[in-house]
């Protein structure tokens, strides 16, 4: 298998877990989203994915896009160890936190929207800071009182098992700390991004330990 | 069933296609995003989901949140008639053009971002309304884009079998229709809209046919 992906991005390192911690082992292919422009809209890029994205995943030929599409057919093709539960009730629920932050958090501080917000419509950075900060401590205090309600964390997001909701919640902390953002008000996602931290998956996937880490 | 949700909503609609589809009957419960300050704030609300996000659906006490998540449910336990296919690399690809949608489209024209951008970075209703056009013109262009290079569409997205990618495509065709984007550049899309819209499931599901449209 080869991920076409960048060190930074969330959507490649929420893979970068699933793939790693399933024990597959793949070619790391650089799209650098700041140089040359963007790697990202090169031709050739462009015609693996139309959309310009990453990551992007190519499984003998077989090309996917979308980082929770990708983690279905990577559970589906190779579902040792599970990424999900099996009662169709708890797989609703930590799909539905997977895609409360995918759907709700992360598109809102994408390049491009923050791109859009700055060069667009001239907002100075400390806006875009500000704009950046709501989205996502709006989003993770949700996602707290959520946890808190239905009370069905362990030490993962449903019980001691990790499942894509913790593949989704990691890099968005990742991507919290990196902005500055205030996370005390939610404990309960910092407890479980802590205990996912102390696995091998979580800590080889992240940012700074890939080869474009720069 | 029972499934809290608002007409105009197109996250609810893509639910209410899926049930449809399925030939499930729900209890329609109403919560307007606008009126009473908005009923997605509501304490009694907010106790369903703490998110205020519709559409939430009510199965048997089991409280399911988040669109995309409803519909792979509903599938599990309701697997006739199928929205996903059998093959996992098919699978993959609706679900990605699903969440291009969901995750790429939708999130920057939700009316929480659109009051921000109006509220707090005081944008006029004109700027507004441009960058809605430009996410939704975008996404669909690069939709559009990506089904011409897979060439894996009939009638509907994939093939000539209702997907869950057909099920979101057409709530974003509403909105987009709604807020006079240009839809030109799109005629493989508008061709699996139009295929679509002579199915009851989406003529039944639209937002005008539903009790609470005003």
Redesign the interface.
């Known amino acids: 298998m080869r991920l076409y992906n960048y060190f930074r991005s969330s959507a490649s390192f929420r893979v970068r877990i699933a793939l790693k911690y399933k024990g597959l082992p793949y070619d790391y292919a650089r799209v650098h989203l700041l140089n040359d422009g963007g790697q990202q809209f090169a031709p050739s890029f462009r ?1 693996l ?5 990453i990551p992007v995943l190519d499984d003998g030929g ?1 090309v ?3 980082s ?3 983690i ?2 990577l559970e ?2 190779r579902p040792e160890p599970p990424l999900l539960p099996r009662e ?2 708890e ?3 930590v ?2 936190i997977a ?2 932050i ?3 958090i ?3 501080n994408n390049l491009r ?1 923050l791109r ?1 917000l700055v060069k ?2 001239g ?1 100075s950075e400390e ?1 875009k800071n500000i ?1 950046y900060r ?1 989205w996502v401590e709006q989003g993770l205090a ?1 996602l707290e ?2 946890l808190v ?1 239905e009370g069905r964390s362990g030490r993962y997001a449903l019980g001691d098992a990790i499942t894509i909701a913790d593949v989704v919640i990691v890099p968005q902390i990742f991507n919290a700390q990196r902005m500055d953002c205030n996370l005390s008000a939610v404990p309960a996602v910092m407890r479980i991004f802590d205990h996912c931290m102390q696995l091998p998956a979580f800590v080889d996937a992240q940012p700074s330990r890939q080869p474009d880490a720069g």
Chains 1, 2 share one sequence.
């Open positions: 015609a994915n139309p959309d310009s994205l077989q996917l896009t979308q929770l599409a990708i279905e057919y589906e093709t169709a009730g797989r609703a629920y799909r539905s895609l409360a995918a759907c709700e992360h598109p809102l929207v859009y667009t419509l907002l806006q704009w709501h949700s009182a959520r309600a």
